[in-house]
């Protein structure tokens, strides 16, 4: 990777190990770099493809929630941003990249994945944004995606307040 694409910082206090992390969870890492250099570098996705398989470690995520990710959000990004924009209270240009890909997974994620419960996908998308983003990221990924959950999964979310899980 280039020196601009995020790297986690080690293992903070509640971060699991490497070596204790699903499949998908290594998949959204991977898309998450990919995204990153899509962002940053324009570069094309199957470029990033490319050079991201090779990634020690690649092995072990799932390539085909990997692929969802990285083609979707690439393939989607003006939809996405359709989508994210009215919840910032500022420009995508004022966004990290590492947030904005964050917030793509966590929209693509909620709009395609429906077998990911929604909470996963808010969960998922935070620890990344702890892991990758800047310090108080995961906050800002956490109130744009809980505000677009009801409407992208409006019965699950329903359910959960039924059920008294969420208020």
Known sequence: MTDQTPTSGGAAAGTRKSSAKPARSRSREFALQ????????????????????????????????????????????QALDALIGPKLDRSFAEISPVEHAVMWI????????????????????????????????????????????????????HADRQAGRIK
Request: aromatic fraction near 10%; proline fraction near 2%.
């Open 34 to 77: 990919a995204l990153y250099q899509h962002l940053v570098g324009r570069n094309e996705a199957s470029d990033i493809d490319v050079f991201t398989r090779d990634l020690s470690g690649f092995h072990k995520a799932d390539s085909a929630h990997y692929d969802a990710l990285l083609y979707g959000c690439t393939e989607q990004a």
């Open 106 to 157: 966590g929209v693509y994620e909620l709009q395609h994945c429906l077998d990911v419960p929604w909470r996963v996908v808010l969960n998922e998308c935070i620890e990344l944004a702890k892991d990758f983003g800047g310090t108080d990221g995961h906050k800002y990924v956490n109130a744009v995606l809980n505000g677009l959950a009801p409407e992208l999964r409006a019965a699950e979310v």
